[in-house]
């Protein structure tokens, strides 16, 4: 039988070309990087040659960072918009947390409608009836007074808002050796409170007191309804001074949040100069001569 010849398989002999190509492709790739490394950023190389020269020439400068691209000016103010704008959103949460605490505080003063809270975005009036806190026709607080006004200042005191407290009387005349008008009433009654919230613990550089008299009524004075309406004091809560500047200067009554006031600054009220009392009962104006 005869023997089957064996098929001898075809030699290649283009292997060599798949290492060429390899070889090839490396090569170009070795020299892109070379290209890429032989531009030299003219701009880059002189500072970092001048800043070498410097280490060598300046034994202090070496502790400094070699500055590599443009070198930006630094600074440590932040964006005083930006400060601004804090100021102003701590200070209206400021604003509302008092509220709260006032409402929460006092509930049933407010159902029974002798206490009242209310505001806006620059400032905030906690209203008491006079009834609350003094005898007719005086200025000296009653013992009532002293625990209300206690409670308000713990209220207050932990904050640096502006207060002015506003007194106001109906328009029956009052002729008093104290009191030759109804002037001196309304001041003399929004300084005793002043008084008793410095006595209490509010830093005294945030007080101020005014007196309306019977000029700025809430409530027909004909009955005795609205003579009792008119015969209240304020608390008058503010953002900053330049806010109470402007509410105290027309009454907080009259005042209106306009472009005005909110354009008001975000000033701080100034330190006190002198420690409040601490101890001693509020005494009532002297006579007048």
């Known amino acids: 039988m005869a023997r089957r010849r064996r098929h001898e398989e075809h030699e290649n002999h283009e292997r060599w070309l798949v290492s060429y190509a390899d070889f090839i492709t490396l090569l170009f790739a ?14 880059k190389y002189k500072i970092l040659s ?34 601004d704008e804090d100021l102003n959103q701590a200070a209206a949460d400021n604003l509302q947390n008092i509220a709260d605490s006032v409402r929460q505080a006092f509930g049933e003063l407010i159902e029974s ?14 209203e008491l009836s006079s009834s609350l806190l003094f005898p007719s026709g005086d200025a000296l607080p009653n013992n009532a007074a002293f625990e209300i006004i206690e409670r308000i200042a713990k209220i207050l005191a932990p904050y640096e808002n502006p207060v002015h407290v506003e007194g106001f009387t ?20 929004a300084a005793s409170i002043v008084r008793m919230l410095a006595m209490d ?8 007191s005014v007196g309306y008299g019977e000029f700025q009524p809430v409530a ?9 309406r008119n015969r209240r004091v304020i608390l008058v809560i503010s953002r900053n001074l330049d806010v109470r500047r402007s509410v105290s200067g027309v009454g907080s009554a009259n005042a209106r949040p306009d472009g005005a006031l909110q354009r008001a600054g975000t000033q701080s009220a100034p330190a006190p100069t002198a420690q409040a009392p601490q101890a001693g009962a509020v005494n009532p104006p002297s006579p007048a001569p």
């Open 30 to 43: 070795f020299f892109v990087v070379m290209y890429s490394i032989s531009s030299i950023n003219e701009g």
């Open 50 to 83: 001048e800043t070498l020269t410097g280490v060598f020439n300046q034994p202090d400068r070496s502790i400094k960072p070699i500055p590599v691209g443009d070198e930006r000016p630094r600074t440590s103010e932040p964006d005083r918009s930006m400060v």
């Open 113 to 126: 409608e002798q206490l009242k809270v209310r505001g806006n975005e620059l400032w905030i009036e906690i």
């Open 170 to 189: 109906d328009n029956l005349p009052i002729q008093t050796a104290q009191f030759p008008t109804n002037w001196e009433l309304s001041a003399a009654r």
């Open 201 to 208: 613990g509010v830093n005294p550089g945030r007080l101020a």
């Open 220 to 228: 027909d004075n004909a009955t005795a309804e609205g003579r009792a």
